[in-house]
């Protein structure tokens, strides 16, 4: 079964600074994974996802990941932040052939960038 | 582009009261799903569904139903409220084969129960 695990809980970084979002996850077939950013009182979004190919992948806002499939990891990284990327980021991974297309969520991580 | 409409944003209720989340989207997509959010435990399943007529149960089901009667709707019904069902609640959509697609959620609703 197909599970996610997002390192830290919360992650506080000054404005202008870089930043890592650490997601590792376990599955035992192919798998897709998702970033997901979620604004105050408000649903999720999509930031990026890796279905194949290139293991860089580049989503909106400024934000990239890696897939690492010998490390099972999918780290989420900006170079610069901003006041206004606070928010909640969750990783998901979807497994190939799962019955219903269950999109498995980890616990998520609150990124607070201060001034 | 209305995306995935629930109702209500915001409810209250009462231990044992029993009520019904509502979800809808515009966008034909096959997958609907519902989750709830708790502080710290991320998004869990609740149930979903990969078609209308078909439902099937995630990883916390009890103390919740679903039917799918349209592609459009996919109601969430709590049958006697526990405090234990306070929560945030969001249903999200999904197209195609689902695995390899975005999910699309709505606002959420705020369930408190007292």
């Known amino acids: 079964a197909q599970s996610v695990t997002q390192l830290d809980s919360q992650v506080p970084v000054f404005e202008e600074a870089p930043v890592e979002l650490r997601c590792n996850y376990s599955s035992s077939v192919s798998v897709y994974l998702f970033w997901y950013v979620q604004y105050p009182n408000q649903g999720l979004q999509l930031l990026l996802k890796y279905l194949s190919g290139s293991t860089l992948v580049k989503g909106i806002n400024g934000f990239e990941a890696e897939f690492n499939k010998s490390q099972t990891s999918f780290h989420l990284r900006k170079p610069s932040v901003h006041i206004s990327d606070t928010a909640e980021y969750f990783c998901a991974v979807s497994e190939e052939g799962a019955s219903g297309s269950r999109l498995t969520f980890g616990e998520g991580t609150q990124l607070t960038v201060n001034p | 582009n209305a995306g995935v409409t629930q109702t209500p944003k915001f409810q209250v209720l009462k231990t044992g009261q029993s009520m019904t989340l509502q979800c809808a989207q515009d966008?034909?997509?096959?997958?609907m799903s519902w989750y709830r959010q708790d502080p710290g435990m991320g998004l869990r399943l609740i149930h979903y569904?990969?078609?209308?007529?078909?439902?099937d149960q995630g990883e916390v089901p009890n103390g919740y139903n679903v039917s799918r009667s349209t592609t459009e709707d996919f109601p969430l019904r709590l049958l006697s409220a526990a405090p234990s069902q306070t929560s945030v609640y969001f249903c999200?959509?999904?197209?195609?084969?689902?695995?390899?697609?975005?999910?699309?959620f709505g606002q959420g609703t705020r369930l408190t129960v007292v």
């Open positions: 999200a959509s999904r197209d195609g084969q689902g695995y390899y697609a975005e999910a699309f």
């Open positions: 966008m034909n997509h096959e997958y």
């Open positions: 569904s990969v078609g209308a007529g078909i439902t």
